[in-house]
């Protein structure tokens, strides 16, 4: 059973940093993009930022310069260091991943954290 497990959410102040890892846990044989989403309350599930297995990465213009997303293939996990928080960056954020497992590929979905950016 493949399992994505986020950590590292919690209460800041705006202006303040915050860094989530998602570690996959499981029969994994490889692991192709990862990616962070969001979910306001509200609002729908958006892109925050997505790494390729090479290193490519993307970001949605609202956090370019203030978010870095990386990976480390040894350990199956994804992190997201967030810097410079905002009040509109409170959402519980959730990790993806394309992963190969049993002979086939597929999404997984972490549980999410919260993230709450609160004076």
């Known amino acids: 059973q493949v399992q994505l497990v986020e950590s590292g959410g919690g209460l800041v102040q705006p202006g303040g940093s915050l860094r989530l890892s998602c570690a996959g846990s499981?029969?994994?044989?490889?692991?192709?993009?990862m990616a962070w989403y969001r979910r306001a309350p509200g609002q729908q599930r958006e892109l925050v930022a997505s790494i390729t297995s090479g290193g490519t990465t993307n970001y949605a213009d609202s956090v370019k310069g203030r978010f870095t997303i990386s990976r480390d293939n040894a350990k199956n996990t994804v992190y997201l260091q967030m810097n410079s928080l905002k009040p509109e960056d409170t959402a519980v954020y959730y990790c993806?991943?394309?992963?190969?497992?049993?002979?086939?590929?597929?999404?997984?979905w972490g549980q999410g954290t919260q993230v709450t950016v609160s004076s």
């Open positions: 499981g029969i994994i044989f490889s692991i192709n993009s």
């Open positions: 993806n991943a394309e992963i190969f497992s049993r002979g086939t590929w597929n999404a997984y």
